[in-house]
């Protein structure tokens, strides 16, 4: 039986595809070009590495903003229409420098993807200790909703802030060749992660090891929620890995989503699980993607097991998903797109009604 929702906890989400109760969709105002470094050089496209070199720290350019924007309200309007309460961050921009003791920064990011940062797992609400130094003070436009969730009860806490000197990261990260073994650019001098690395099936959590996700890590997580988890690796087919959430995609119970390009072989534990594999994405090649590739298409929300929110020029895989037995909602995305995400990055779901369970 699941619960009814007034005996939840304000923040509480055990998995990927539990009915949605409440959600925070991200903004796109005040986005600016991150400023150049190895963690930008070992996972943005190469034909764009001249344009963070270029612009860093300078501000997205005003139409592109808005024309996310508009995607992320539309996306937000078909959440509220579903019956979810969507929640914003505040809006402010990310063009002003900092500093720490160590190290300088022209800018921050942006405000767009709550599931870099936040890390719902039950009632745990964690601050990920990311890596990238322009996203240092990334949360703080979300700390008024999440003082508002501790207020209300949530269990909030932050992992220890990382210190992001040269430590941190190896500077002589080359992108690998054909037969060379995988390297990442981070070092294991402290615990480093982003929470799109993560998804979660109940009592299961499933992790790509990263650029932005080191080992020292996922220790630290697999310590910090204890014996009631199992954290398992999953290993892809990727030399830039950045988010598990483009290449594997648990949908509802024994229904996994995988990259076809990127997952060659899953956890034993999968063998008796539906094992989609997503078509090629339909995005057009004149689309400017500074920050990903295409596979965009895999990142959707699903709103429980059947409702998912898909974009609506994803043609082959919204057919696919009718075809799998799943109600696709279709949203215009593409222009959001360019700032590096799709539906799963722009969101956190901190309410889905359901218990802790095991899938396995
Ligand atoms: O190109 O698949 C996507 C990053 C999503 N946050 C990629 C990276």
Known sequence: MVPQSQSLPVVSSHTEWDPLE???????????????HVTLKSTMPRKHWGF??????????????????????????????????????????????FSTPDWHS??????????????????????????????YFEVHPYRKLLKEYFHAGARWTSAPKPQLTDE?????????????????????????FDAADFVRCGRDLFYIRSHVTNAFGVEWLRRHLGSEYRIHELKCRDTKP???DTTFMPLAPGKLLVNPERVDELPRMFKSWDILRAPPPCASDDLILYFSGKWL???????????LVVDKNEHT????????????????????????????????????????QSYF
């Not at 190896?170 to 480093?192: C, I, K, N, S």
Request: proline content about 8%.
């Open 317 to 356: 895989l919204i057919r696919a998903f009718k075809d799998w037995g799943f109600k696709p909602i279709t949203c215009n995305f593409t222009n959001f797109y360019r700032l590096g995400g799709s539906f799963h990055c722009a969101t956190l779901d901190v309410r889905r009604r359901g218990v802790l």
């Open 242 to 244: 950045m988010h598990i």
């Open 22 to 36: 409440e959600v925070i969709v991200g903004v796109a105002d005040g986005a600016t070009v991150p400023s150049w």
């Open 52 to 97: 963070f070199q270029e612009h860093g720290g300078k501000p997205f350019p005003q139409d592109m903003v808005d024309a996310a924007n508009r995607d992320l309200d539309e996306f937000a309007h078909i959440l509220e229409a579903e019956g979810i309460r969507v929640r914003r961050p505040e809006r402010v921009s990310h063009t002003k420098p």
């Open 106 to 135: 022209p800018g921050g990011l942006y405000t767009a993807m709550p599931r870099d940062l936040l890390l719902v797992v039950g009632d745990h609400l964690i601050e990920t200790p990311m890596p990238w130094r322009s996203r």
């Open 168 to 192: 941190s990261f190896d500077d002589t990260w080359e992108v690998p060749g054909d037969d060379e073994p995988m390297r990442y650019a981070l070092t294991e001098f402290e615990p480093l």
């Open 297 to 307: 298409s895999m990142n959707i929300l699903m709103l429980d097991e059947q409702r």
